[in-house]
């Protein structure tokens, strides 16, 4: 026999509905989602409630209503089929007070859909509480915000004791099953990284590897989580060696593989509006050496490098070895590689992407493909012999380059920076300060706006001299980083003597191809190769080298007696 409270709704379901998130903090145990279904289904049972159902998100938070279990229950209010919804309480329903409003003051009164939260004592449709029941949703809401920003000061504790915030592992890794801080190297799945990285130094895009690794039945991080029982957002997908290409593309950027830890690459909008805010890559905190890396720092880097230019590969399928190295000198454009069924190997040439058969605002700086593998085997052949016998020589020659002025140089901009920041700090006490004569009325509030534009207009400036500087620092660093691959290279070259993609990718920056001159009545093209972190190399003469012996000898002589006196 039907009650009162269901009577004509003996069809229609009782939806309860039990939410649970990290934003709950001490209440978790009391608000654990078996706690409220015990609780829900008692009281539905007592009051004569049919047919109820129930419904529950675990782990998201209140400030959305994006969630599975709420949206599945909302569909079937929709289609008229819920009678009533029960709560715990108002927070189990949601944090976001002008959604919650929405909804049970507008939505479901609309719907004839009768909402109870039994710890308030709210009935809609009975009018039971409703009075006090904005200011719960208001009181529910500062509560997550409160909540939010704790969190955020413990993630910046965190970071300023030099610990990671992000939970998520990265494909290549996994936790200590004892401290969670900790991360060891998985290794079939680092095996896959190294092997991402090494196509990509070959002249691969993340397409092309994409579709390689299907190729070479490579299982997807989902599907090799799944493998192993490791749990994942995602499901198993239909085709377990389809390799995505952002997937690819995230794994090829992401510069944890290195061993460090970034943090804050990303926020939200607001602890309601939960949508994911990437910060420029100044804002990042990069904290090294946090576990033990799958990819070297001069890899990763090159690899940035390369991904900087977009390759393409000929109609005929075929990449060179030079793809995305070669530039024109005069316009600054890329030199695309023209390869046809037609052509022979030894007819496959280069040309200026300007030059548009005579049509374009270049000239052609033509040269075969051959003819340039030749120059470049040639080019590193005799820096790699010059290198293996002279390696002092070769350290000294490019540190004679630019070293004492850049050294120079670099503690000028440090000491630039220590001052630009002391100023910044400087200035926002100032404008506190300021602000502080204004409210006491020392300074009226015309004097108040100019004095603080005038601070504020500086502090910019500042900021952006800061930044620009930050980035010349981290330019030097790599350098370093780039002459200790180059030497790595060279020393590879000496014991293979033939070109790879990955050996170019790692030795050479860039190459310009000039324009022919038939001056002299033979064709001569100028080919002007860059070798990372160095440039150009003009090796020495017979005659330079002993001039270069006696140098080095004696720079070597004097830091021994230096460090000899500051013994």
């Not at 329903?93 to 959604?99: I, K």
């Not at 910046?156 to 030099?162: C, E």
């Not at 998520?168 to 799945?189: F, L, M």
Request: aromatic fraction near 8%; hydrophobic fraction near 35%; include cysteine.
């Amino acid at each position: 026999m039907a009650t009162k409270q269901n009577q004509g709704q003996e069809e229609k379901i009782t939806a309860l509905y039990g939410r649970l998130s990290d934003d709950d903090g001490v209440d978790m145990e009391s608000n654990s989602i078996s706690n409220q279904r015990t609780i829900l289904q008692d009281y539905a049972k007592k009051n004569g409630y049919l047919h109820p159902v129930f419904f529950y998100d675990d782990g998201v938070s209140g400030t959305t209503f994006e969630r599975p279990g709420f949206k599945e229950m909302e569909a079937l209010v929709e289609t008229g089929k819920v009678s009533t919804i029960i709560v715990k309480d108002l927070s189990r329903f949601g944090r976001n007070y002008l959604e919650v409003g929405r909804f049970l003051e507008i939505v479901y009164p609309t719907l004839g859909v009768k909402f109870i939260a039994i710890q308030e004592n709210v009935d809609t449709l009975a009018g039971t509480g409703t009075e006090m029941m904005p200011f719960h949703n208001i009181f529910n809401e500062w509560y997550a915000s409160q909540t939010s920003k704790k969190i955020r000061a413990v993630w910046a504790m965190k970071a300023a004791n030099g610990k990671r915030v992000s939970p998520t592992v990265p494909y290549g890794y996994v936790k200590d099953k004892d401290n969670r801080e900790i991360w060891h190297i998985d290794e079939p799945a680092a095996e896959v990284v190294r092997h991402i990285f090494a196509l990509c130094l070959s002249g691969l895009g993340p397409l092309q590897i994409a579709k390689q690794l299907e190729r070479e039945q490579v299982l997807t991080p989902t599907a090799y989580f799944n493998s192993i029982g490791r749990g994942t957002r995602n499901s198993m997908p239909a085709n377990p060696y389809l390799w995505a290409e952002s997937t690819v593309e995230n794994i090829l950027a992401n510069r944890q593989y290195t061993g460090c830890a970034v943090n804050f690459k990303s926020t939200t909008v607001s602890y309601k509006v939960h949508k994911t805010v990437y910060k420029p890559e100044e804002d990042w905190q990069i904290i090294p050496n946090m576990q033990e890396p799958i990819i070297d720092e001069n890899t990763w880097l090159r690899v940035q490098e390369l991904r900087q230019n977009k390759r393409r590969n000929a109609k005929t399928g075929r990449m060179s070895l030079f793809s995305g190295l070669l530039f024109c000198p005069d316009c600054g454009a890329k030199l695309h590689f023209c390869a046809a069924k037609s052509l022979k190997p030894n007819q496959e040439f280069y040309r200026c992407a300007n030059y548009k058969d005579g049509r374009g605002s270049c000239k052609i700086h033509y040269i075969r493909n051959v003819v340039l593998e030749q120059i470049v085997l040639t080019e590193i052949g005799e820096l790699a012999d010059f290198v293996r016998c002279y390696e002092p020589i070769f350290l000294y020659m490019i540190s004679r380059k630019s070293e004492a002025a850049k050294k120079t140089e670099l503690n000028a901009m440090r000491q630039r920076l220590a001052t630009a920041h002391s100023r910044i700090t400087e200035i926002d006490r100032i404008i506190s300060r300021l602000y502080e004569d204004n409210i006491l009325g020392k300074i009226s509030d015309e004097r108040f706006t100019k004095m603080s534009a005038t601070y504020e207009a500086e502090q910019k400036a500042l900021e952006a001299e800061v930044s620009e500087i930050d980035q010349k620092l981290r330019d030097a660093d790599k350098a370093s980083v780039d002459l200790r691959m180059l030497l790595k290279g060279l020393r590879d070259f000496t014991e293979m003597k033939k070109l790879t993609p990955e050996l170019v990718n790692t030795l050479i920056q860039r190459i310009e191809v000039h324009n022919s001159d038939r001056s002299s009545g033979k064709i001569r093209v100028k080919v002007d190769i860059y070798f990372t972190a160095v440039g150009i190399i003009n090796l020495p003469t017979e005659k330079d080298m002993e001039k270069l012996i006696v140098e080095c000898e004696k720079e070597h002589a004097e830091k021994e007696r230096s460090k000899v006196v500051a013994s």
